[in-house]
């Protein structure tokens, strides 16, 4: 899944066999991607009912090609997906798969926060954003969100050794540089967030 902000060329290169690559690499696990997506969206919808928060639409800040669309609005009840991404080849992917009337896929280029999504959801995608922009892309979430919204962000724990074996196998996440829990919550406290629990 390329970032916005990310070198969408990496991630166009990779939008044809994205999930025969991303698939390698989770072998090792022995489920696959569509595994991950759901548990996570299952996980984040239990969540935010402990905070009695029913977000009707969603940002998802680094779509890929859109695996988490359905789970959305199957898992979640959003009415609204609205996808964003910087590889123009993954968003083809995710017109052509998850494209309807409750989901729209645009380019990071196109997109302009409008302070207007209850929630915002992230997966695996500050990893891949220079550290020098992380901040701004945090600020880019922030002002994408209603007052009192929440930011979903899901990242790879650089201490567990099986992450770390997962992301080797897989050539997009080969350089990636990982952020702990730590610095998530450092990020996202200086990009003008409120940290409202960290789970691992």
Not at 37 to 45: G, N
Not at 73 to 87: A, I, K, P
Not at 107 to 112: I, Q, S, T
Not at 133 to 156: C, M, T
């Amino acid at each position: 899944m390329a970032g916005p902000e990310s070198d969408p060329s990496a991630f166009d290169a990779y939008s044809s066999d994205y999930d025969e690559a991303l698939a390698r690499g989770l072998s090792v696990s022995g489920e696959d991607k569509l595994y991950f997506a759901r548990e996570r969206i299952s996980f984040l919808a239990r969540c935010l009912r402990e905070l009695d928060v029913r977000p009707r639409s969603v940002l998802d800040f680094g779509c890929g090609t859109g695996t988490a669309t359905p789970f959305f609005v199957d898992t979640l009840g959003v009415e609204r997906v609205v996808g964003v991404d910087s590889s123009e080849r993954s968003l083809e992917v995710a017109r052509e798969r998850h494209g309807a009337s409750r989901a729209r896929f645009l380019a990071a280029r196109e997109f302009a926060p409008s302070a207007d999504f209850p929630l915002a959801y992230c997966n695996g995608v500050f990893h891949h954003v220079p550290v020098a922009e992380r901040e701004r892309v945090v600020r880019r979430i922030r002002d994408s969100l209603q007052p009192g919204g929440h930011f979903a962000l899901w990242e790879n724990n650089p201490w567990n050794p099986g992450a770390r074996y997962v992301m080797w196998r897989i050539p997009f996440d080969r350089d990636a540089q990982m952020l702990s829990a730590r610095a998530a919550r450092r990020l996202l406290v200086a990009g003008g967030l409120e940290i409202v629990r960290t789970d691992h």
